[in-house]
């Protein structure tokens, strides 16, 4: 048995929890907050049967895919005295998924 940890976008994770349920995964949704643009992200997890593995990762390769998205970012910009901070907008990339798959050795359901 495999434990799969996935953080994905929150844009993308009632689909995706959606799709794992409809095809017979259980799943976990936990609300994280995270990374470079401190926006939401949803941690998923999954026990599956090792056999069942490659069915949930193809479900979460086909369902979160990488996109890019404008957002703004500041820039210290000094002129006299105090410093002015100007937004300009940066594309960055989101979205897909970062997922960690682990052993279980033991599982018990009381």
Request: charged content about 20%; overall charge neutral; aromatic content about 6%.
């Amino acid at each position: 048995m495999k434990l799969i940890v996935a953080i994905v976008q929150d844009e993308d994770a009632g689909r995706l929890v959606s799709e794992l349920m409809d095809k017979g995964f259980g799943v976990t949704k936990l609300a994280t907050t995270g990374g470079f643009l401190r926006a939401g992200n949803t941690t998923l997890i999954s026990g599956v049967e090792d056999e069942k593995l490659d069915g949930a990762l193809a479900i979460i390769e086909r369902i979160c895919k990488s996109r890019e998205q404008i957002t703004a970012s500041a820039t210290h910009m000094s002129g006299g005295a105090s410093g002015v901070y100007v937004p300009y907008p940066i594309k960055v990339t989101v979205g897909g998924a970062t997922v960690f798959v682990l052993e279980v050795s033991q599982f018990l359901k009381v």
